[in-house]
């Protein structure tokens, strides 16, 4: 029963960094699209247009300013003097924050023949916004999988020390009662690692 006890100790102490290490598997994969990238095509377009620039010259330049961004498909057709609604299409799946907003203001403008400079500065704006939403809520999440990790690794350490200092074996030898509140103490850190383990997913799932 001890050796048992000690097993499932372990394994739950376990538990929270395997679950460390599964989920920031995506922080160590080559950085993608953010909201950072689309800040700089957002307001290089912007630039461009207050320059006098037209919206397909506008948007080529601004497109430059973020590589990381799947812009190549966009770019050529603007380029190739496609119609701007064909580009518009092109950019509703490739930013990562006003996709939709975005191709609406090419429409509107390439139908308007209006500067829509004000227009694109306010959709970096909301862009830069939502990038610094994501970091803080990356860094709250790294805290509680922080936690995870510490109160996974408490039932080991007590155990540890219930075992060097021969208290283990008082308790287990306290028959049935002993072996019932061991038992009924590693279940409830099971289940407040159920618990974290669940927070966090859904906490990485929020946009």
């Known amino acids: ?26 922080w160590r994969r080559s950085p993608g699209p953010a909201p950072g990238d689309e800040v700089a095509v957002l307001n290089g377009l912007a630039a461009e247009l207050r320059a006098g620039a037209s919206l397909r010259v506008a948007f080529v330049a601004g497109a430059e300013r973020a590589p990381q961004l799947d812009l190549g ?48 500065e306010e959709l970096a704006l909301r862009a830069a916004e939502a990038g610094e939403l994501s970091r803080e809520r990356r860094a709250l999440t ?8 510490v109160v996974g690794a ?16 008082a308790l287990l030898a306290a028959g049935p009662v002993g072996h019932a509140i061991a038992a009924v103490g590693v279940g409830l850190e099971l289940v407040g690692l159920a618990v974290v383990a669940i927070v966090l997913r859904n906490a990485e799932r929020t946009p």
């Open 1 to 26: 029963m001890l050796i048992a006890l000690l097993c499932a100790a372990v394994v739950v102490a376990g538990v929270p960094r395997l679950r460390a290490r599964r989920w920031s598997i995506p």
């Open 154 to 169: 408490l039932p080991a350490a007590m155990m540890g020390v219930l075992l060097i200092t021969g208290k283990a074996q």
């Open 73 to 120: 498909r966009a770019v050529r057709a603007a380029e190739t003097g496609q119609p701007m609604s064909e580009v518009a299409a092109e950019l509703t799946e490739v930013l990562p924050v006003n996709g939709r907003l975005v191709a609406a203001a090419f429409r509107l403008t390439a139908r308007s023949g209006g500067r829509a400079a004000a227009v694109f």
């Open 142 to 149: 790294a805290q509680a999988r922080l936690s995870a990790f």
